[in-house]
Every structure is written in structure tokens, then in C-alpha cells.
């Protein structure tokens, strides 16, 4: 299987082709960033595929990250993977970030329960538990920094996530240790990868899964009369 995986959700603009025949990661590209990925994405993309010596239309399939995330980002992140995929006729296939985190964890090897956290700023995550070998115990929500905390406390847990560190600080303010920490400002694409050659094709392009609301809303009381 050859894929694309892209991924905009969060602080970084990264790319990798996965070639399952030819040993893996055949190229990727990652640039951390806060903002700008739309203005940065096309042209990342285009220089991962020529080091992979392909088209678009080699591609069996592309998977992008689906969110929770920045708002932008997602958006970037999905319509390019749509674009794409429709023009190639090829499936596009939306991953969690939260799974993308946890994905180097959920072999059957992995002997501990996960607990992936983004940071949602306000003393507040993004926040999804695995059981060990990757599957879902909870669903994504987003919650209060207390609740990923009693999640960790719950049995002795990795922490996975752009707010692993401020997790694992308030697991240890409680008494308690966690197993690991892995803390990353974004996935590591060529994780998203490799998650996204083994998830079946969806039946509907992938959309953002936000979690939350924006913090923009509309100012009704500014809007004019209509006639």
C-alpha cells in the first residue's frame, strides 16, 4: 500500500508517503509552526512526493488528521487530503489526533493504558484514555485538567500529548507517578502513517472533529435589519 499522510492539526505542517512494499517511510517532512500552514502545505507536499518519486495518482489512499486541533489547521489539513484524494479517485481516511499520539503505544506489546491530552489552554484537554494494546476506553471529550489527571490515577498510565507535561505535573502534585511521558507539540507524521495503513477506508470524506466550539461567534446585536 502506498498512502499520503498529512497532518495540520496542531503545531507542526508534516507530510510522509508510506510505501508498505518498499520498507516504510519512503519520505516526510515536518515544520513545526503555530500558524501559516496553509501558506506552507502545498509546497511541503509537493517536495515529499517528489522525494518519493511519485504522483498523486501512485497513491492507494490519503489520511489526514481530523482534530481535536486548531481550528485553521484542521480545515487546511482536510481539504487538502480531500482534494487530493478526489482528483486522484483515490479514499481519504481521517484520524484522531489523540489516536496519532497514542499510535507508537497501541501494539499488542504495550502493556499499559494510554491517556492522550492536547492542550485546550484554560486549565482544560482534549482528552481520550486507551486501553493497553490501543483500544478506545473512553471516547475524545474535552475536559477539565482534574479529570486527566483522576484518568492517570485510575491505574498506572502513560501520558501521551501536548499537554503530557502539564499532566504529569499534576499527577505528581497528587501522589502519584506516571508510567511515561511522551510529550510532543504535534504527532509524529510517519506515526499518523503507519496508524492510517491500518484503518479501513471511511464511507464519507474525513471532517473536523472539534470537540468544542470557536471562541469567534457571530455579533448578532452589530447585525443590521434586513428590509
Known amino acids: 500500500m502506498r498512502l499520503l499522510a ?12 508510506l510505501d508498505t512494499g518498499h520498507g516504510g517511510i519512503v519520505a516526510s517532512e515536518s515544520l513545526p509552526m503555530g500558524r501559516g500552514h496553509a501558506e506552507a502545505l502545498m509546497p511541503l507536499l509537493a517536495r515529499v512526493m517528489e522525494h518519493a518519486g511519485m504522483d498523486f495518482a501512485d497513491l492507494d489512499r490519503v489520511v489526514v488528521t481530523t482534530g481535536p486541533g486548531s481550528f485553521t489547521g484542521l480545515r487546511v ?3 487538502a487530503a480531500r482534494g487530493i484524494a478526489l482528483a486522484a479517485e483515490k479514499p481519504a481516511v481521517g484520524l484522531s489526533t489523540l489516536a496519532a499520539y497514542a499510535a507508537p503505544h497501541m ?13 485546550a489552554r484554560h486549565e482544560h484537554v482534549y482528552l481520550q484514555v486507551f486501553d493497553p494494546g490501543g483500544r478506545p ?3 475524545p471529550r474535552l475536559a ?8 492517570a490515577c485510575d491505574a498506572p498510565a502513560g501520558i501521551v500529548g501536548s499537554a503530557a507535561q502539564s499532566v504529569a505535573a499534576a499527577l505528581r502534585q497528587a501522589g502519584a507517578a506516571p508510567a511515561f511521558v511522551e510529550a510532543r507539540a504535534a504527532p509524529d507524521i510517519a506515526w499518523v502513517a503507519r496508524l492510517g495503513a491500518e484503518t479501513a477506508d471511511g464511507q464519507s470524506p474525513p471532517s473536523p472533529q472539534y ?6 461567534q457571530p455579533q448578532n446585536a452589530a447585525q443590521l435589519p434586513r428590509r
Open 6 to 17: 498529512i497532518d495540520t492539526a496542531l503545531a507542526a505542517c508534516s507530510a510522509a508517503v
Open 77 to 79: 489539513g482536510i481539504a
Open 107 to 119: 501494539s499488542a506489546s504495550h502493556k499499559l493504558p494510554v491517556v492522550a491530552a492536547i492542550d
Open 137 to 139: 476506553h473512553t471516547p
Open 144 to 151: 477539565a485538567l482534574h479529570e486527566a489527571v483522576q484518568a
Open 211 to 216: 470537540l468544542r466550539a470557536p471562541n469567534a
